[in-house]
């Protein structure tokens, strides 16, 4: 029987480390050790010798000599020890699992909860310490996902206050919930949009308020799952693409944005191409960065860009 991709790679990582330490140990007690036959231990100790660090030189890959009847390991130094993570590295898991473990229906939760717990365990109480730290656009991020969760669980009517980026503007919308979800490194939230009349997908982090509401959430029948499996973005034929040159102080633009490309420039530098159906928030941004984001292509955008901005400031002399 074919072992699963996800049990053989955990032998393999306790195989090496194991082997190490028992230089020259005999195929056959080897296989033993693992369990495994003396065949099966041959395969692994071959596969081996296609990992190592990255680089795919052969120096980077790790050494198995078991000719003599007996396993020799080398250059695997690095996969001897266990892996370490520093406490902010072992802080930020922590709370990606809370949050994870209270999406309601989630399947695995025994497998989350039993992570967060070794976690929680290793870090001590420096972890509740420190988590009291996380910032206030986190803490807020943190209250509007446990509002979602709830009116997921109990299928009540939220009411939100959301971000349009296109727009520059907070809207007030009342959503039936339809599910939560996190991808790309950010939470989305879906449901049946009252102000819209339609299906909508909100992310997370540009809802500023959430609210639970004593209605029933349950969407209309006509309320189908958008489609997510080739990705949150998918934009129209018909978007204009914009191709911006970024300065270090702007590069939060291609994080906040999806981007068809993101081109390091270096020095912190980046080149990205965005598409969009409205580039009239582009316009209005663009003065704002005061010089940190350039449009190199259409060039209209940027020249409408400047146009503002002069008229902002001829405005402003009027004024003073």
Request: overall charge negative; aromatic content about 6%; some cysteine.
């Given at each position: 029987?074919?072992l699963?991709?996800?049990?053989?790679?955990?032998?393999?990582?306790a195989?090496?480390p194991?082997?190490l330490?028992?230089?020259?140990?005999?195929?056959?007690?080897?296989?033993?050790r693992?369990?495994?036959t003396?065949?099966e231990?041959?395969?692994?100790?071959?596969?081996?010798?296609?990992?190592?660090?990255p680089?795919?030189?052969?120096d980077?890959?790790?050494e198995?000599?078991?000719?003599?009847?007996?396993?020799?390991?080398?250059?695997a130094?690095?996969?001897?020890?266990?892996?370490?993570?520093?406490?902010d590295?072992?802080?930020?898991?922590?709370?990606?699992?809370?949050?994870?473990?209270?999406?309601?229906?989630?399947?695995?939760?025994?497998a989350?909860?039993?992570?967060?717990?070794k976690?929680?365990?290793?870090?001590?109480?420096?972890?509740?310490?420190?988590?009291i730290?996380?910032d206030?656009?986190?803490?807020?991020s943190?209250?509007?996902?446990?509002?979602l969760q709830?009116a997921?669980?109990a299928t009540?009517?939220?009411?939100?206050?959301?971000?349009?980026?296109a727009?520059?503007?907070?809207?007030?919308?009342?959503v039936?919930?339809m599910t939560?979800?996190?991808?790309?490194?950010?939470w989305?939230?879906?449901?049946w949009?009252?102000?819209a009349?339609?299906?909508?997908?909100?992310?997370?982090?540009?809802?500023?308020?959430a609210?639970?509401?004593?209605?029933?959430?349950?969407?209309?029948?006509?309320?189908?799952?958008?489609?997510?499996s080739?990705?949150?973005?998918?934009?129209?034929?018909?978007?204009?693409?914009?191709?911006?040159?970024?300065?270090?102080?702007?590069?939060?633009?291609?994080e906040?944005?999806?981007?068809?490309?993101?081109?390091?420039?270096?020095?912190g530098r980046?080149?990205i191409?965005?598409?969009t159906?409205?580039?009239?928030?582009?316009?209005?941004l663009?003065p704002?960065l005061?010089?940190?984001?350039t449009?190199i292509?259409?060039?209209?955008?940027?020249?409408?860009?400047?146009?503002?901005a002069?008229?902002?400031?001829?405005?402003?002399?009027?004024?003073g």
């Amino acid at each position: 029987m074919t072992l699963p991709a996800t049990d053989h790679l955990s032998r393999l990582l306790a195989m090496v480390p194991y082997l190490l330490d028992h230089q020259g140990i005999g195929l056959s007690d080897a296989a033993a050790r693992f369990d495994i036959t003396e065949d099966e231990l041959v395969d692994d100790l071959q596969l081996l010798f296609l990992c190592g660090t990255p680089g795919h030189m052969p120096d980077d890959l790790i050494e198995a000599d078991w000719e003599s009847g007996h396993v020799y390991l080398g250059n695997a130094d690095e996969l001897s020890k266990p892996v370490r993570l520093s406490m902010d590295e072992a802080l930020t898991l922590i709370v990606g699992l809370r949050m994870l473990a209270d999406v309601p229906g989630l399947a695995g939760k025994d497998a989350v909860d039993s992570a967060l717990a070794k976690l929680v365990e290793a870090t001590g109480g420096l972890s509740a310490a420190r988590t009291i730290g996380v910032d206030a656009a986190e803490a807020g991020s943190a209250d509007v996902l446990a509002t979602l969760q709830r009116a997921l669980g109990a299928t009540r009517r939220v009411h939100i206050s959301y971000l349009v980026p296109a727009r520059d503007e907070v809207t007030e919308r009342d959503v039936d919930p339809m599910t939560l979800t996190s991808t790309d490194g950010h939470w989305y939230f879906e449901g049946w949009c009252h102000r819209a009349a339609d299906v909508r997908l909100f992310r997370t982090d540009r809802i500023t308020a959430a609210e639970l509401l004593d209605i029933d959430g349950t969407p209309p029948e006509r309320a189908e799952p958008k489609d997510l499996s080739t990705g949150i973005f998918v934009p129209a034929s018909t978007d204009t693409a914009v191709t911006m040159e970024l300065e270090p102080e702007a590069g939060w633009i291609a994080e906040y944005y999806p981007t068809d490309e993101d081109v390091d420039l270096g020095n912190g530098r980046r080149r990205i191409v965005l598409r969009t159906a409205d580039t009239g928030w582009l316009r209005r941004l663009l003065p704002r960065l005061g010089g940190a984001a350039t449009v190199i292509e259409p060039a209209e955008i940027q020249d409408g860009a400047v146009e503002a901005a002069r008229s902002a400031l001829n405005r402003y002399r009027e004024l003073g």
